[in-house]
């Protein structure tokens, strides 16, 4: 079965540095999502992507943050200069169609920002 | 704006039986999509069950089933014959029906199964 993933599954960055955190997702599918989760809260949103540009971003996705789907295959998304508090599990998700109600959650890139 | 509204930060249960989690949720669109994610601690999230919100009857998935009360806005999941692999956080999620719209979720519910 197809599914999304994500890597590194975990990274360790001192505050002030760039990171890139990798997507793959589902080939067929055209529409695309970040979301974080610091630990022990929930889940919240940070942007859609769809046909090579942003939909929807949250306020949390500032001036720092950018996204980008370089290729056909790889969904990314870049912290410009990390914060502490960016340290949070970052999820990708995917979707198929416009119809389709589901979003298919990749398992996650654990962010560490010392 | 939307929210979503777990009031039910722990629940526990006795291994096979069963359990009801709560969710309401706010909202002054008609046409919704309304999730169950299933967190374990390795932290991915996995669907447990959606439901359309213009279809009346609610939906099942095995041992997981909905009831979903459209005029009181109110999506609460029962977990039938619980088993320890139940475990987990579990949030509910809330999707506009437009587009490629985002999930806003709930703060979740911690889920023990006591063997």
């Known amino acids: 079965e197809p599914e999304v993933t994500q890597t590194p599954s975990h990274q360790v960055t001192q505050m002030g540095q760039e990171v890139i955190l990798r997507c793959v997702p589902i080939?067929?599918?055209?529409?695309f999502y970040w979301y974080r989760q610091i630990l022990g809260q929930k889940v919240e949103f940070l942007v859609s992507?769809?046909?090579?540009?942003?939909?929807?971003k949250s306020e949390i996705f500032d001036d720092q943050f950018s996204v980008e789907r370089p290729d056909g295959s790889n969904f990314t998304l870049k912290i410009r200069s990390t914060k502490l508090e960016d340290s949070a599990m970052y999820f990708c998700?995917?979707?198929?169609?416009?119809?389709?109600?589901?979003?298919?959650f990749g398992p996650g890139t654990r962010l560490t920002v010392t | 704006a939307q929210t979503v509204t777990q009031s039910q930060p722990e629940m526990s249960v006795q291994e096979a039986e069963t359990v009801t989690l709560s969710c309401t949720y706010d909202?002054?669109?008609?046409?919704?999509?309304l999730f169950w994610y299933k967190q374990p601690p390795s932290r991915q999230m996995i669907l447990v069950i959606r439901?359309?919100?213009?279809?009346?009857q609610n939906a099942t998935e095995n041992r997981f089933s909905v009831n979903f009360q459209k005029a009181a806005k109110s999506f609460s999941l029962k977990i039938s014959d619980s088993q320890l692999g139940d475990a987990a956080m579990y949030f509910c999620?809330?999707?506009?029906?437009?587009?490629?719209?985002?999930?806003?979720f709930g703060t979740g519910t911690r889920l023990t199964i006591i063997p």
């Open positions: 998700a995917s979707k198929r169609g416009r119809v389709e109600g589901e979003q298919y």
């Open positions: 080939s067929n599918h055209l529409y």
């Open positions: 992507f769809y046909n090579n540009e942003i939909s929807e």
């Open positions: 909202t002054s669109e008609s046409d919704y999509y």
């Open positions: 439901q359309e919100a213009y279809k009346q």
């Open positions: 999620a809330y999707r506009r029906d437009f587009g490629n719209e985002k999930l806003t």
